[in-house]
């Protein structure tokens, strides 16, 4: 039983346009979200994260936003670059000591 | 610098033998992950250790082994047990605070 989900494989977006990347998650004992980056063929890089106790972090041109009661997550970049091309994870965790439960990740192309 | 070294980057085996594959941190972690990456996957958890000498399965164990036998190193034995072997495998170090740091990956084929 998938508890993180990201349903959509990809998006693809154009340069300097708005990207959203959304994230669900089935487990109300989730208190801390992250959003990881990754490259091909490298290790994931950690991007912005969010407490439960929050709804919105803000990190330059990266947004998460976390909407509790329906158990939803989302990225915003804005604006998108095409550096920013890459898979995105979301994570999540259930205290400070617990491991941490990935989705499937979304392929994010951003066009020149 | 601190960080995550995974070696080798690539790492060929032929069927029927064990392959070991290393994770070394200098960041002073206590907790220590391996993942497999296939495509559509995601990230897979395969063991995980939260102290020295103490490990636990992850998601997807069969036919993996690991030791904890000094804080740095977290090594993963892929065994001829695993019936497909083949795919991105990643070492994480955490220090419970925040998330993981992650190395770059072992590119693992089974020829």
């Known amino acids: ?35 990881y980056k990754k490259y091909p063929a490298e290790g994931p890089t950690f991007l912005i994260s969010i407490s439960s106790i929050k709804d919105k972090n803000e990190d330059g041109r990266f947004t998460v936003f976390l909407n509790k009661s329906a158990k ?33 990740g979304i392929t994010l192309s951003v066009r020149p | 610098d601190g960080g995550i070294t995974q070696s080798p980057k690539y790492l060929f085996r032929k069927e029927g033998q064990n392959v070991t594959l290393s994770c070394e941190q200098n960041l002073n972690h206590d ?29 997807i164990a069969e036919g993996y082994s690991v030791s904890r036998e000094k804080k740095e190193s977290f090594p993963l034995t892929v065994t001829s047990a695993q019936k497909n072997p083949t795919a991105f495998y990643l ?16 590119r693992l084929t089974v020829v």
């Open chain 1, 1 to 35: 039983d998938q508890q993180v989900k990201q349903n959509s494989p990809s998006l693809s977006v154009q340069e300097g346009r708005i990207s959203i990347l959304n994230c669900d998650y089935t487990n109300s004992m989730f208190d801390y979200f992250l959003w």
């Open chain 1, 72 to 104: 939803h997550l989302s990225l915003h970049i804005v604006p998108s670059q095409p550096g920013d091309s890459a898979v995105y994870f979301c994570a999540a965790r259930m205290s400070r000591r617990s491991k941490l439960t990935f989705g499937k």
């Open chain 2, 31 to 59: 907790a220590m992950y391996w993942y497999r990456q296939d495509p559509g996957q995601g990230l897979r958890l395969i063991y995980y250790s939260q102290i020295v000498n103490d490990f636990q399965k992850g998601d």
């Open chain 2, 91 to 106: 070492c994480a170090s955490s220090p419970h605070r925040y998330g993981y740091t992650f190395g770059s990956g072992t």
